[in-house]
Nanobody, 126 residues
């Protein structure tokens, strides 16, 4: 069982940045692929970024590629998402998720992530 707690959301002006953090419980963190998803108001949850357990492989959705960076600190059991050049369409609840240990399936599908945080709201004002 993995417990995830996100933090770092809030109200941001357009063009600004936000750094989200996700703290994980358990000693298996270094073996988990971690992902970030978001759910805009009235829309379905969507994948935005993932990072492999070693940190060597990262993936991004087209909507955030080039202005976002996912990273992890396995010593702190924490994964981060830095997002820059935020726009109102980035307004959403952002969720951290993890796979089971040494997961080798698709990292951009919610199906591969059995563990989820409660989400953190990011609101971008124009």
């Amino acid at each position: 069982q993995v417990q995830l707690v996100e933090s770092g959301g809030g109200l941001v002006q357009a063009g600004g940045s936000v750094r989200l953090s996700c703290a994980a419980s358990g000693r298996t963190f270094s073996s988990l692929t971690m992902g970030w998803f978001r759910q805009p108001p009235g829309k379905e949850r969507e994948f935005i970024a993932s990072i492999s357990w070693s940190g060597g492989t990262t993936r991004y959705s087209d909507s955030v590629k080039g202005r976002s960076t996912i990273s992890r600190d396995n010593r702190k059991y924490t994964v981060y998402l830095q997002m820059n050049s935020l726009q109102p369409e980035d307004t959403a609840v952002y969720y951290c998720a993890s796979t089971t240990p040494y997961y080798r399936g698709s990292a951009n599908s919610a199906i591969g992530y059995p563990y989820w945080g409660q989400g953190t709201q990011v609101t971008v004002s124009s």
